[in-house]
C-alpha cells in the first residue's frame, strides 16, 4: 500500500485525516500493545505528533485544515505504520508511562510494564515509608523507565540498572540525562545479578524477559521489531524469571522486597516454585503479572 498515493483530496481537516486512519489501520489489521490498545488512539497519537500538537488535546484542533506539507508529513508517517508494520513508538522516537517520557528507538523494548502503576503506592503495606528505601535495582532496565521512576518514587534511593544489551544502556543513558538522574543511577552491563556481588537492596524491580519459545514464532510485526533478548524468556518463558528468583535472597537486604512482572506466566512461576509464597498484585488491568516477594519469604522456604 503506499499511503502517500491514497490520500484523497477530500482529507482536509485533521478530523478527516483522524477518521481515515481509523478505517486504514482497522483494514489492515495492525498490532496494538505498544502505549496505546485500538485504532482510535494510536490514529490521534500520530496525528498529533506529526502536526507538533498536545497528544493529551485532540478536540480542540479536530476542525484544523492541513497545509500542503502537512498532509505530506501525516501521510507518509502513517504509511509506515501501516506498510512496515512499525510500532507508533518506534515512528515518533518516544514512549509515555504515565506522566513520564522516554526516548526510545529499535535498540529498546518500548516501555509497557504493570509494575510503573505500582510506584510507589501499590507495594504496601511491603514498603510502608518511601523514605526508608535507600538501595533499588532495576533488573533488565532496557531504556532505563523503571529506573527512572524509581528513582522519583523514592527519593532518598540511589539506583543500579542492570541490562545485558550495552545498545540498551546506550538508550538509558540518554533517558537518564535528560531526567538529570546520573547521580542517583548507576547503569551497568550485566547478565542479571551476575555484576553486583556484595550489593544488597531494600527494593528489586524486574520487567524480565518471559515470552515462550512458542510465543515468540507467533508474535505479530510490530513485536517483531523490538530486540529478541527483551522479549525470549526460553521454552516455557522462565528462563530469565528463574534465576532471578533462585539468585535475589542473596541481594536482599534483611526487610527487601522483589518484585517481577511475568505477563501471562502466573501458573508457570507457581509450577517452577511450588513452595514459594507468591504475592500477585493487582493493577488497573491485571491481577496475575506482577508477583512480590520479601527477603522473609525466602527466608522461610527451602529456596535460599
Known amino acids: ?93 518516544e514512549a509515555w508511562l504515565g506522566d513520564f517520557r ?54 532518598n534511593a540511589d539506583i543500579d540498572a542492570i541490562d545485558l544489551s550495552p545498545d540498551a544502556l546506550d538508550v538509558a543513558e540518554q533517558n537518564v540525562a535528560d ?9 551497568i552491563q550485566s547478565n542479571l545479578f551476575a555484576g553486583l556481588r556484595g550489593r544488597t537492596y531494600d527494593l528489586i524491580v524486574s520487567n524480565p524477559p518471559y515470552v515462550t519459545t512458542h510465543a515468540m514464532q507467533s508474535l505479530p510485526p510490530e513485536y517483531r521489531c523490538e530486540p529478541a533478548l527483551a522479549l525470549a524468556g526460553g521454552d516455557d518463558g522462565m528462563e530469565a524469571v528463574r534465576a532471578i528468583v533462585d539468585a535475589a535472597p542473596a541481594f536482599l537486604s534483611d526487610h527487601g522486597v522483589l518484585v517481577v512482572e511475568v505477563g501471562n506466566g502466573k501458573a508457570a512461576v507457581e509450577a517452577t516454585f511450588p513452595d514459594v509464597p507468591f ?19 525466602f527466608a522461610s522456604r527451602s529456596v535460599t
Open 279 to 297: 504475592v500477585w498484585l493487582v493493577t488497573r488491568s491485571s491481577n496475575d503479572a506482577v508477583f512480590l516477594l520479601t527477603r522473609d519469604d
Open 179 to 187: 531526567y538529570g538522574l546520573g547521580d542517583r543511577i548507576e547503569l
Open 102 to 155: 522516554f526516548h526510545v528507538d529499535q535498540r529498546v523494548v518500548i516501555p509497557r510494564s504493570f509494575i510503573a502503576e505500582l510506584l510507589p503506592d501499590g507495594l504496601l503495606p511491603y514498603i510502608e515509608d518511601a523514605d526508608a528505601i535507600r538501595r533499588a535495582l532495576d533488573l533488565c532496565t532496557g531504556s532505563g523507565c523503571l529506573a527512572i521512576l524509581l528513582a522519583h518514587a523514592y527519593p
Open 1 to 93: 500500500m503506499n499511503m502517500g498515493a491514497m490520500v484523497p483530496d477530500e482529507l482536509v481537516t485533521l478530523r478527516d485525516f483522524l477518521r481515515f486512519a481509523i478505517t486504514r489501520f482497522s483494514e489492515a489489521k495492525i498490532a496494538f500493545g505498544h502505549g496505546t490498545n485500538n485504532a482510535f488512539d494510536e490514529a490521534a497519537y500520530l496525528l498529533l505528533h506529526a502536526l507538533s500538537l498536545p497528544i493529551d488535546r485532540l478536540e480542540p484542533f479536530l476542525d484544523a485544515r492541513l497545509t500542503t506539507a502537512e498532509r505530506a508529513k501525516v501521510a507518509a508517517l502513517l504509511a509506515r505504520r501501516i506498510d512496515e508494520r512499525i510500532p507508533a513508538a518506534y515512528l515518533t522516537g
